[in-house]
């Protein structure tokens, strides 16, 4: 592919990252614990445990290293480490 | 003595602290705003209460990659003083400026209610006009005040005398019932090492005038107010003791 000035350019791929952010185990849940609260007060029966989390769908150019860098983008800022854990899935 | 004030889009107390510092307490404050890249100057610099950019992803955590936090990091490096009170002490965490991390509180409401806290350490600059053990009658008003830190972090800091302030009843004792929000070991304010960086959960500010209910707050503005009158550390500590913040 060539641009306007005829320079060779890349043409880069984007991925879409799907990224849930969770409390660890043992860190209080107390979102999760209302949620629950209120699916009893709904009326379901059977529901045994709630946690809730933050979910995050992040698009980013595939320079070859995406995996490193979503790494360090939730390592960084998207998860608070101390408190949470995190998961994701390159699309 | 002549304080910076942050404001982020979405503070709320940054006026409340202003106007106990120069209209109840006589002395010079500056709104200092986000986007501000140079903090040297000031005496001290307060992160104030509110919701720093709506407290989105995490409370604080927006607020800790602003341009005014990269600048505040150097000052408290080079043994600038720092106060964060409520969303304040959030950023500071966020900002790794002090250890630990907040999570919701463990009742799920905002608390916003009137508490005791204890005196821990009065070898600091917000806290030298205290006595130790001293019972404080502050506000709170959050959502996310359950201080927490890993068992070797919770270890670290009490052994380097971090706990600055932990919630106690009327009469200076710790237990359960005086806990408002779940925090380990009842810690209400943490301290960096060395003193010159200390975060809050309950509100000085607006505690500082009878008027209010209380002039508890006033203390700490006080503390501040005398440590930089008497030049920063007492004689005996060595200067270099004076600079570095750090978060462990």
């Not at chain 1, 609260?37 to 709630?50: F, I, Y």
């Not at chain 2, 005398?161 to 209400?188: E, H, K, M, W």
């Not at chain 2, 440590?227 to 007492?234: D, E, M, R, S, Y």
Request: hydrophobic share 40%; aromatic share 8%.
């Amino acid at each position: 592919m060539r641009s306007e000035q005829g320079e060779r350019v890349r043409t880069m791929q984007v991925r879409t990252v799907r990224i849930v952010v969770s409390l660890k185990p043992g860190v209080l849940d107390a979102p999760g614990q209302a949620i629950r609260q209120g699916l009893d007060a709904l009326g379901h029966p059977g529901v045994q445990h709630v946690r809730a989390g933050k979910y995050f769908e992040v698009e980013l150019d595939d320079d070859g290293r995406v995996e490193e860098r979503v790494r360090e983008i939730c390592d960084g800022f998207l998860a608070n480490t101390l408190i949470e854990d995190y998961r994701y899935e390159i699309l | 003595m002549d304080i910076g004030v942050v404001v982020f889009p979405g503070s709320n107390c940054d006026a409340d602290t202003c106007h106990v510092i120069r209209d109840v307490l006589g002395h010079r404050a500056q709104y200092v705003w986000h986007e501000e890249r140079q903090l040297a100057g000031f005496d001290a610099v307060i992160l104030p209460g509110g919701f720093a950019y709506g407290d989105y992803l995490r409370a604080g955590a927006i607020a800790a990659t602003s341009p005014v936090v990269r600048a505040l990091r150097e000052y408290a490096v080079a043994g600038g003083l720092v106060l964060g009170i409520c969303n304040g002490f959030q950023v500071l965490l966020e900002a790794g400026l002090l250890p630990g991390a907040m999570c919701p509180n463990t009742s799920g409401q905002f608390r916003c209610e009137f508490v005791h806290i204890r005196v821990e350490r009065i070898d600091t600059p917000f806290t030298c006009a205290m006595t130790s053990g001293q019972v404080l009658r502050l506000p709170i008003a959050h959502a996310e005040g359950n201080y927490y830190a890993d068992p070797p972090t919770h270890q670290a800091i009490i052994a380097r005398r971090q706990i600055a302030f932990r919630y106690c009843d009327p009469r200076g004792t710790v237990a359960p019932r005086a806990n408002p929000n779940g925090s380990l070991d009842a810690i209400a304010g943490v301290a960096s090492r060395v003193g010159t960086v200390v975060g809050l959960m309950p509100h000085p500010e607006r505690a500082s005038e009878t008027v209010l209910g209380s002039e508890d707050g006033r203390l700490v503005f006080e503390s501040l107010d005398r440590w930089i009158t008497a030049g920063g550390f007492p004689a005996g500590v060595p200067v270099s003791a004076g600079a570095g913040a750090e978060a462990g």
